[in-house]
């Protein structure tokens, strides 16, 4: 669960220097967090991203807004069909998703400046 994906985050991050792991992949590793911890949990794998390759999945905006790269998995079903779908997102597309993680659907003049401070407030 959440809590072991944490555990092994933090392992990942204090090791990082000396490791020779090239990926990554964290599953919902911010579940059952609230918006402060989400935060922090970005930070260590963005921070740790810098080291090595992340994949991450999240429902968690202060998680998605500190990604380096950014996807929307989707489904769509027909018939006897199922296809998944996977779209990278950048500049304004990112912060619109952000912002619908944040709020759902409708998108406000503050949603959406909160999820633009989100996506931009790391970067250098």
Request: charged share 20%.
């Amino acid at each position: 669960g959440g809590e072991l994906s944490r555990i092994s985050l933090a392992i990942q991050v204090i090791t990082a220097k000396t490791s020779q792991t090239s990926s990554l992949v964290f599953d919902e590793v911010d579940v059952g967090v609230g918006g402060g911890i989400a935060k922090v949990v970005g930070q260590l794998l963005r921070k740790l991203g810098e080291k090595t390759q992340i994949l991450c999945v999240t429902h968690q905006a202060q998680v998605a807004g500190q990604g380096h790269h950014h996807f929307v998995v989707s489904k769509t079903s027909k018939s006897n069909s199922t296809q998944t779908h996977i779209d990278k997102l950048s500049g304004n597309e990112k912060v619109r998703e952000v912002a619908r993680m944040l709020g759902g659907a409708e998108f406000s003049d503050e949603s959406l400046a909160h999820a633009e401070q989100m996506v931009t407030s790391h970067q250098a």
